[in-house]
Protein backbone atom coordinates (compact mmCIF):
# COMPACT_ATOMS: atom_id res chain seq x y z
CA UNK A 1 0.00 0.00 0.00
CA UNK A 2 2.34 2.77 -1.18
CA UNK A 3 -0.12 5.55 -1.28
CA UNK A 4 -1.49 4.76 2.86
CA UNK A 5 2.31 4.91 3.27
CA UNK A 6 3.02 8.40 1.61
CA UNK A 7 -0.41 9.65 3.54
CA UNK A 8 1.32 8.33 6.74
CA UNK A 9 4.58 9.83 5.50
CA UNK A 10 2.77 13.31 5.10
CA UNK A 11 0.49 12.97 8.13
CA UNK A 12 -3.49 12.88 8.34
CA UNK A 13 -3.59 16.35 7.86
CA UNK A 14 -2.17 15.81 4.15
CA UNK A 15 -5.27 13.99 3.26
CA UNK A 16 -7.70 16.63 4.54
CA UNK A 17 -5.77 19.36 2.52
CA UNK A 18 -5.44 17.26 -0.70
CA UNK A 19 -9.54 16.94 -0.42
CA UNK A 20 -10.06 20.18 0.32
CA UNK A 21 -8.42 21.80 -2.44
CA UNK A 22 -10.12 19.09 -5.10
CA UNK A 23 -13.51 20.21 -3.99
CA UNK A 24 -14.44 18.11 -0.65
CA UNK A 25 -16.59 15.44 -0.12
CA UNK A 26 -18.66 16.65 -3.30
CA UNK A 27 -15.83 15.78 -5.54
CA UNK A 28 -15.53 12.04 -4.14
CA UNK A 29 -18.93 11.68 -4.58
CA UNK A 30 -19.34 12.71 -8.15
CA UNK A 31 -16.34 10.44 -9.04
CA UNK A 32 -17.79 7.91 -7.00
CA UNK A 33 -21.04 8.37 -9.30
CA UNK A 34 -18.72 8.95 -12.68
CA UNK A 35 -17.05 5.46 -11.73
CA UNK A 36 -20.08 3.40 -10.88
CA UNK A 37 -21.91 4.69 -13.74
CA UNK A 38 -19.15 3.70 -15.84
CA UNK A 39 -18.49 0.59 -14.49
CA UNK A 40 -21.68 -0.72 -14.64
CA UNK A 41 -21.80 -0.09 -17.86
CA UNK A 42 -18.49 -2.03 -18.79
CA UNK A 43 -19.97 -4.68 -16.86
CA UNK A 44 -23.04 -5.00 -18.59
CA UNK A 45 -20.89 -5.92 -21.88
CA UNK A 46 -19.77 -8.83 -20.19
CA UNK A 47 -23.50 -10.09 -19.45
CA UNK A 48 -24.93 -8.66 -22.74
CA UNK A 49 -23.48 -11.18 -25.23
CA UNK A 50 -24.59 -14.29 -23.39
CA UNK A 51 -28.47 -13.19 -24.06
CA UNK A 52 -27.58 -11.91 -27.57
CA UNK A 53 -26.26 -15.77 -28.28
CA UNK A 54 -29.72 -16.96 -26.52
CA UNK A 55 -31.64 -14.70 -27.87
CA UNK A 56 -30.32 -15.63 -31.55
CA UNK A 57 -30.82 -18.86 -31.21
CA UNK A 58 -34.55 -18.40 -30.82
CA UNK A 59 -34.65 -15.98 -33.58
CA UNK A 60 -32.83 -17.00 -36.64
CA UNK A 61 -35.38 -17.72 -39.46
CA UNK A 62 -36.96 -14.63 -38.94
CA UNK A 63 -37.24 -12.76 -42.21
CA UNK A 64 -38.27 -9.17 -42.23
CA UNK A 65 -40.53 -7.81 -44.88
CA UNK A 66 -40.58 -4.29 -46.98
CA UNK A 67 -39.19 -1.41 -45.37
CA UNK A 68 -40.67 -0.94 -41.92
CA UNK A 69 -39.35 -4.55 -41.09
CA UNK A 70 -35.79 -4.03 -42.25
CA UNK A 71 -35.47 -0.51 -40.53
CA UNK A 72 -37.67 -0.76 -37.44
CA UNK A 73 -38.64 -4.30 -36.65
CA UNK A 74 -35.48 -6.29 -37.25
CA UNK A 75 -33.02 -3.52 -35.10
CA UNK A 76 -35.58 -3.84 -31.97
CA UNK A 77 -35.27 -7.59 -32.45
CA UNK A 78 -31.69 -7.66 -32.82
CA UNK A 79 -30.83 -5.36 -29.82
CA UNK A 80 -33.55 -6.66 -27.63
CA UNK A 81 -31.68 -8.60 -25.52
CA UNK A 82 -28.62 -5.41 -25.01
CA UNK A 83 -31.64 -2.97 -24.31
CA UNK A 84 -32.69 -5.44 -21.42
CA UNK A 85 -29.23 -5.39 -20.09
CA UNK A 86 -29.44 -1.90 -20.66
CA UNK A 87 -32.64 -1.44 -18.37
CA UNK A 88 -31.12 -3.08 -15.61
CA UNK A 89 -27.63 -1.10 -16.25
CA UNK A 90 -30.13 2.22 -15.54
CA UNK A 91 -32.05 0.64 -12.21
CA UNK A 92 -28.65 -0.36 -11.12
CA UNK A 93 -26.68 3.06 -11.20
CA UNK A 94 -29.88 4.62 -10.36
CA UNK A 95 -30.13 2.20 -6.97
CA UNK A 96 -26.08 2.69 -6.40
CA UNK A 97 -25.37 6.18 -6.79
CA UNK A 98 -25.12 8.36 -3.95
CA UNK A 99 -27.68 12.04 -5.13
CA UNK A 100 -30.65 13.46 -4.33
CA UNK A 101 -31.41 13.12 -8.80
CA UNK A 102 -30.36 9.53 -9.52
CA UNK A 103 -31.73 9.07 -12.65
CA UNK A 104 -29.29 12.28 -14.05
CA UNK A 105 -26.41 10.00 -13.70
CA UNK A 106 -27.60 7.08 -15.85
CA UNK A 107 -27.16 9.40 -18.93
CA UNK A 108 -23.78 8.87 -18.94
CA UNK A 109 -24.55 4.88 -19.68
CA UNK A 110 -27.36 6.29 -22.32
CA UNK A 111 -24.89 8.05 -23.91
CA UNK A 112 -22.34 5.43 -24.01
CA UNK A 113 -24.89 2.72 -25.26
CA UNK A 114 -26.04 5.80 -27.91
CA UNK A 115 -22.26 6.48 -29.19
CA UNK A 116 -21.20 2.39 -29.20
CA UNK A 117 -24.67 1.86 -30.59
CA UNK A 118 -23.31 4.06 -34.12
CA UNK A 119 -20.31 3.15 -34.49
CA UNK A 120 -19.37 0.04 -36.14
CA UNK A 121 -21.63 -0.26 -39.43
CA UNK A 122 -19.71 -0.90 -42.60
CA UNK A 123 -22.08 -1.74 -45.86
CA UNK A 124 -21.20 -3.25 -48.83
CA UNK A 125 -23.28 -0.81 -50.53
CA UNK A 126 -23.91 2.83 -49.89
CA UNK A 127 -26.42 3.15 -47.34
CA UNK A 128 -29.78 4.14 -47.95
CA UNK A 129 -32.01 6.35 -45.83
CA UNK A 130 -33.72 3.16 -44.26
CA UNK A 131 -30.72 1.73 -43.29
CA UNK A 132 -29.54 5.02 -41.45
CA UNK A 133 -32.80 4.85 -39.58
CA UNK A 134 -32.52 1.01 -38.56
CA UNK A 135 -28.87 1.88 -37.32
CA UNK A 136 -30.75 4.69 -35.20
CA UNK A 137 -33.49 2.51 -34.02
CA UNK A 138 -30.98 -0.43 -33.14
CA UNK A 139 -28.56 2.11 -31.32
CA UNK A 140 -31.27 4.77 -29.45
CA UNK A 141 -33.41 1.55 -27.95
CA UNK A 142 -30.95 0.42 -25.88
CA UNK A 143 -29.89 4.13 -24.31
CA UNK A 144 -33.69 4.49 -23.93
CA UNK A 145 -34.44 1.23 -21.95
CA UNK A 146 -31.40 2.21 -20.02
CA UNK A 147 -33.08 5.29 -18.94
CA UNK A 148 -36.46 3.54 -18.62
CA UNK A 149 -35.01 1.02 -15.83
CA UNK A 150 -33.65 3.81 -14.33
CA UNK A 151 -37.03 5.73 -13.84
CA UNK A 152 -38.66 2.44 -13.05
CA UNK A 153 -36.47 1.86 -10.23
CA UNK A 154 -36.60 5.04 -8.94
CA UNK A 155 -40.04 5.20 -8.48
CA UNK A 156 -39.73 1.99 -6.24
CA UNK A 157 -36.45 3.52 -4.36
CA UNK A 158 -37.69 4.96 -0.72
CA UNK A 159 -36.54 8.74 -0.37
CA UNK A 160 -34.93 9.91 2.83
CA UNK A 161 -38.29 11.74 4.40
CA UNK A 162 -40.26 8.15 3.49
CA UNK A 163 -38.27 6.09 5.27
CA UNK A 164 -39.44 4.54 8.42
CA UNK A 165 -37.13 3.11 10.72
CA UNK A 166 -38.76 0.49 13.53
CA UNK A 167 -37.95 2.74 16.28
CA UNK A 168 -40.21 6.09 14.11
CA UNK A 169 -43.05 3.74 13.93
CA UNK A 170 -43.31 2.47 17.14
CA UNK A 171 -43.18 6.14 19.19
CA UNK A 172 -46.10 6.48 17.27
Known amino acids: MPAQCCLDWFG ?26 AGVFYLSWWIAPWGVFGFSKLTHHITYVGDFGNAVEMPLVVQLPVAVVAAAVG ?34 RPPMFSDRIGQAVGALFPALA ?8 TR ?16 Q
Open 12 to 37: SDFEAQVINRVGGAMFKTQAKNVAIS
Open 91 to 124: ACVAWLVESKHPVRWVFLPALLYAFFGFRGHYWA
Open 146 to 153: CICGAVAA
Open 156 to 171: KRPTTESQSTPASTAS
